[in-house]
Protein backbone atom coordinates (compact mmCIF):
# COMPACT_ATOMS: atom_id res chain seq x y z
CA UNK A 1 0.00 0.00 0.00
CA UNK A 2 3.04 2.32 0.45
CA UNK A 3 4.13 1.78 -2.99
CA UNK A 4 3.95 4.65 -5.01
CA UNK A 5 1.55 3.44 -7.82
CA UNK A 6 -1.05 2.29 -4.46
CA UNK A 7 -0.31 5.76 -2.87
CA UNK A 8 -0.85 8.10 -6.14
CA UNK A 9 -3.35 5.50 -8.31
CA UNK A 10 -5.47 4.62 -5.56
CA UNK A 11 -6.49 0.91 -4.34
CA UNK A 12 -7.28 -1.04 -7.31
CA UNK A 13 -3.65 -0.48 -8.27
CA UNK A 14 -2.30 -2.64 -5.44
CA UNK A 15 0.34 -4.93 -6.53
CA UNK A 16 0.52 -3.69 -10.29
CA UNK A 17 3.98 -2.34 -11.96
CA UNK A 18 3.25 0.26 -14.68
CA UNK A 19 5.82 0.93 -17.38
CA UNK A 20 5.34 4.67 -16.44
CA UNK A 21 6.68 4.38 -12.90
CA UNK A 22 9.40 6.71 -12.08
CA UNK A 23 10.65 3.78 -9.32
CA UNK A 24 8.62 1.80 -6.77
CA UNK A 25 8.08 4.46 -4.44
CA UNK A 26 8.79 8.18 -5.76
CA UNK A 27 8.43 10.52 -2.94
CA UNK A 28 7.03 13.89 -3.19
CA UNK A 29 10.51 15.50 -2.74
CA UNK A 30 11.39 13.52 -5.89
CA UNK A 31 8.35 13.91 -8.38
CA UNK A 32 8.90 17.96 -7.15
CA UNK A 33 12.29 17.84 -8.59
CA UNK A 34 10.43 17.25 -12.34
CA UNK A 35 8.32 20.36 -11.83
CA UNK A 36 11.65 22.65 -11.77
CA UNK A 37 13.20 23.78 -14.64
CA UNK A 38 15.75 21.17 -15.70
CA UNK A 39 18.36 19.92 -17.81
CA UNK A 40 17.47 16.61 -18.70
CA UNK A 41 20.17 14.37 -20.58
CA UNK A 42 20.68 11.12 -22.17
CA UNK A 43 23.12 8.86 -21.00
CA UNK A 44 24.47 6.97 -23.63
CA UNK A 45 25.22 9.13 -26.78
CA UNK A 46 27.27 10.33 -29.53
CA UNK A 47 27.33 13.88 -29.38
CA UNK A 48 26.12 15.81 -26.31
CA UNK A 49 22.33 15.68 -25.62
CA UNK A 50 21.43 18.27 -23.15
CA UNK A 51 17.89 19.41 -22.97
CA UNK A 52 16.59 22.94 -21.28
CA UNK A 53 13.05 21.90 -20.02
CA UNK A 54 11.28 24.27 -18.08
CA UNK A 55 7.55 22.21 -19.15
CA UNK A 56 7.66 19.56 -16.44
CA UNK A 57 8.58 16.52 -18.73
CA UNK A 58 9.40 13.40 -17.07
CA UNK A 59 13.00 11.85 -17.83
CA UNK A 60 12.40 8.31 -19.24
CA UNK A 61 15.22 5.26 -18.69
CA UNK A 62 18.56 5.70 -19.43
CA UNK A 63 17.90 9.61 -19.61
CA UNK A 64 18.33 11.94 -15.76
CA UNK A 65 17.51 15.41 -14.67
CA UNK A 66 20.09 18.06 -13.21
CA UNK A 67 18.19 20.92 -11.05
CA UNK A 68 19.53 23.85 -9.19
CA UNK A 69 20.91 27.62 -10.03
CA UNK A 70 22.67 28.94 -13.37
CA UNK A 71 21.14 26.46 -15.57
CA UNK A 72 21.53 28.18 -18.58
CA UNK A 73 24.99 28.86 -17.87
CA UNK A 74 25.75 25.19 -17.13
CA UNK A 75 24.27 24.19 -20.53
CA UNK A 76 26.30 26.70 -22.63
CA UNK A 77 29.19 24.40 -21.03
CA UNK A 78 28.00 20.89 -21.30
CA UNK A 79 27.47 21.47 -24.84
CA UNK A 80 31.15 23.32 -25.92
CA UNK A 81 34.03 21.33 -27.30
CA UNK A 82 36.36 21.93 -24.32
CA UNK A 83 33.67 20.01 -22.07
CA UNK A 84 33.09 17.57 -24.14
CA UNK A 85 36.16 17.13 -24.91
CA UNK A 86 37.41 16.73 -21.47
CA UNK A 87 34.66 14.36 -20.87
CA UNK A 88 35.04 12.18 -23.63
CA UNK A 89 39.33 12.18 -23.07
CA UNK A 90 38.98 11.99 -19.33
CA UNK A 91 35.79 10.93 -17.48
CA UNK A 92 33.98 8.54 -20.43
CA UNK A 93 35.39 5.32 -19.33
CA UNK A 94 36.12 4.58 -22.76
CA UNK A 95 34.06 4.49 -26.19
CA UNK A 96 30.74 2.40 -26.62
CA UNK A 97 31.10 0.62 -30.41
CA UNK A 98 33.82 3.77 -31.68
CA UNK A 99 31.47 6.68 -31.23
CA UNK A 100 29.40 6.46 -28.35
CA UNK A 101 30.08 7.11 -25.00
CA UNK A 102 28.45 7.43 -21.47
CA UNK A 103 27.04 10.57 -19.73
CA UNK A 104 27.30 8.52 -15.97
CA UNK A 105 26.32 10.95 -13.26
CA UNK A 106 28.96 9.56 -11.16
CA UNK A 107 31.75 11.03 -13.75
CA UNK A 108 29.67 14.30 -14.44
CA UNK A 109 29.74 15.20 -10.85
CA UNK A 110 33.70 15.16 -11.29
CA UNK A 111 33.80 17.70 -14.56
CA UNK A 112 35.53 20.56 -13.97
CA UNK A 113 32.53 23.05 -14.40
CA UNK A 114 33.43 26.88 -14.21
CA UNK A 115 31.87 28.37 -10.82
CA UNK A 116 30.63 31.80 -11.30
CA UNK A 117 30.54 33.96 -8.66
CA UNK A 118 27.75 36.45 -9.39
CA UNK A 119 29.02 39.02 -6.89
CA UNK A 120 32.19 39.59 -9.00
CA UNK A 121 31.61 41.93 -12.14
CA UNK A 122 33.48 40.80 -14.82
CA UNK A 123 32.43 37.00 -13.92
CA UNK A 124 28.60 37.89 -13.85
CA UNK A 125 29.04 39.71 -17.28
CA UNK A 126 30.82 36.15 -18.57
CA UNK A 127 27.57 34.74 -16.88
CA UNK A 128 25.17 37.32 -18.73
CA UNK A 129 26.82 36.71 -22.31
CA UNK A 130 26.53 32.57 -21.92
CA UNK A 131 23.12 33.00 -20.70
CA UNK A 132 22.10 35.54 -24.04
CA UNK A 133 24.32 32.78 -26.12
CA UNK A 134 22.49 29.78 -25.23
CA UNK A 135 18.88 31.70 -25.22
CA UNK A 136 19.74 33.18 -28.80
CA UNK A 137 20.72 28.88 -29.21
CA UNK A 138 17.49 27.80 -27.86
CA UNK A 139 15.10 29.84 -30.06
CA UNK A 140 16.94 29.27 -33.13
CA UNK A 141 16.90 25.31 -32.62
CA UNK A 142 12.81 26.48 -31.93
CA UNK A 143 12.74 28.06 -35.18
CA UNK A 144 14.68 25.45 -36.75
CA UNK A 145 12.34 22.45 -35.49
CA UNK A 146 9.37 24.14 -37.07
CA UNK A 147 10.60 24.95 -40.21
CA UNK A 148 9.68 23.25 -43.47
CA UNK A 149 11.49 25.27 -46.42
CA UNK A 150 14.85 23.35 -46.66
CA UNK A 151 16.66 27.26 -47.67
CA UNK A 152 14.95 28.52 -44.17
CA UNK A 153 16.90 25.35 -42.38
CA UNK A 154 19.79 25.94 -44.03
CA UNK A 155 19.48 29.35 -42.70
CA UNK A 156 19.14 28.67 -39.11
CA UNK A 157 21.38 25.96 -38.94
CA UNK A 158 24.25 28.20 -40.06
CA UNK A 159 22.80 30.61 -36.84
CA UNK A 160 23.21 27.28 -34.76
CA UNK A 161 26.81 27.24 -35.53
CA UNK A 162 27.53 30.42 -34.96
CA UNK A 163 26.28 31.01 -32.07
CA UNK A 164 27.90 27.26 -31.19
CA UNK A 165 31.06 29.08 -32.08
CA UNK A 166 30.59 31.82 -29.73
CA UNK A 167 29.57 29.39 -26.84
CA UNK A 168 33.52 27.99 -27.47
CA UNK A 169 35.08 31.24 -27.47
CA UNK A 170 33.62 32.21 -24.09
CA UNK A 171 33.99 28.75 -22.24
CA UNK A 172 37.83 28.91 -23.83
CA UNK A 173 38.48 32.08 -22.47
CA UNK A 174 36.71 31.51 -18.97
CA UNK A 175 38.84 28.09 -18.54
CA UNK A 176 42.11 30.72 -19.76
CA UNK A 177 43.33 28.30 -22.57
CA UNK A 178 46.02 29.30 -25.01
CA UNK A 179 45.96 29.19 -28.56
CA UNK A 180 47.76 25.47 -28.69
CA UNK A 181 45.52 24.04 -26.04
CA UNK A 182 42.55 25.50 -28.09
CA UNK A 183 44.28 23.88 -31.55
CA UNK A 184 44.13 19.86 -29.59
CA UNK A 185 39.82 20.62 -28.48
CA UNK A 186 39.21 21.85 -32.05
CA UNK A 187 41.12 18.83 -33.51
CA UNK A 188 39.77 15.93 -31.67
CA UNK A 189 35.84 17.49 -31.57
Not at 103 to 108: G, T, V
Not at 141 to 168: G, P, R
Request: charged share 25%; aromatic share 12%; net charge positive.
Amino acid sequence: ENRGQCRYGGKNNKGQHHWLELDNNPSDNYLAEFEKEKIIYSEIVREPQFYFDKKTYYAEATSFIMTGENLKFLLGLLHSKLITYTFKTFYAGGGLGGQGYRYKKAFLNHLPAYRIDLSNKNQKAQHDAMVQLVEQMLSAQKNLSAIKSEADKKHYQNIVTLINKKIDALVYKLYKLRSDEIKIVEKAT
